[in-house]
């Protein structure tokens, strides 16, 4: 079946840097992909929605300064979490959805857990 | 907004089948999900039902889905231990923006 690819798994950042994650549709072109965050035993947040070639949706509350979201190509969406500080801790994970026709199956990615310390 | 809700816990003994209930109040819903998440992992499409159907069976899998009731379930026969994980429910609403409504996840226990 089709599958999205996140990477990286896992990553430690410094206070203050920036740390970006990709989100990648294997074998299917995502029109539309999606970027959730998990804060732990709670249920997905929906941070973003993100169309190819076009600027980002950003859930009320987000900060689209913060966290830059590029959808370039219909295979490939990047999360950039700029300036990261330790609340920015979180696991993130991507959904990307196929095109018309594809059932409206929406895939997840496998997550990417982020520690800024 | 729209509200997925659903039971945070349920425990079965290893061998006997499991239902998991779900809510929800999105009227224009049109594709309702499960999914599986199992510690530290992504989030596994389980199975998936039309709004127009009101069941779908796939091998262990048993969706029922009463839509005047905006009730959902997912049946697991025979459950195994390697089924403990959180299952979450999530509604995709059919206003067009393809988001889905995710509830809090059942977490499922399954008892040698």
């Known amino acids: 079946g089709a599958v999205v690819s996140q990477h990286p798994s896992r990553v430690i950042c410094k206070s203050g840097t920036s740390v970006k994650i990709e989100c990648r549709s294997l074998d299917f072109q995502a029109t539309t992909m999606f970027w959730y965050r998990q804060f732990p035993k709670q249920s997905l947040m929906l941070m973003a929605t993100?169309?190819?070639?076009?600027?980002?949706?950003?859930e009320q509350g987000v900060e689209k300064d913060k966290f830059l979201i590029n959808h370039a190509s219909l295979t490939l969406s990047t999360l950039t979490v700029t300036s990261a500080h330790p609340e920015d801790s979180s696991f993130y994970i991507c959904?990307?959805?196929?095109?018309?026709?594809?059932?409206?199956?929406?895939?997840f990615g496998e997550g990417s857990w982020l520690t800024v310390v | 907004g729209e509200d997925v809700e659903q039971s945070l816990f349920l425990s079965v003994r290893e061998g006997d089948s499991s239902v998991i209930n779900c809510t929800y109040t999105?009227?224009?819903?049109?594709?309702l999900y499960w999914y599986k998440q199992e510690p530290g992992a992504g989030l596994q499409l389980l199975t998936y039902i039309f709004s127009n159907m009101d069941m779908k069976q796939d091998q262990r899998l048993t969706v029922l889905l009463n839509k005047k009731d905006k009730h959902l379930s997912l049946r697991i026969a025979d459950t195994q231990t390697g089924d403990s994980a959180i299952y979450f429910c999530?509604?995709?609403?059919?206003?067009?923006?393809?988001?889905?409504?995710f509830g809090k996840g059942t977490k499922l226990s399954v008892i040698p």
């Open positions: 959904s990307a959805r196929g095109a018309q026709g594809s059932g409206n199956t929406i895939y």
């Open positions: 999530a509604d995709l609403s059919g206003a067009g923006s393809y988001q889905l409504t």
């Open positions: 993100s169309n190819e070639g076009s600027k980002a949706t950003y």
């Open positions: 999105d009227s224009s819903s049109t594709y």
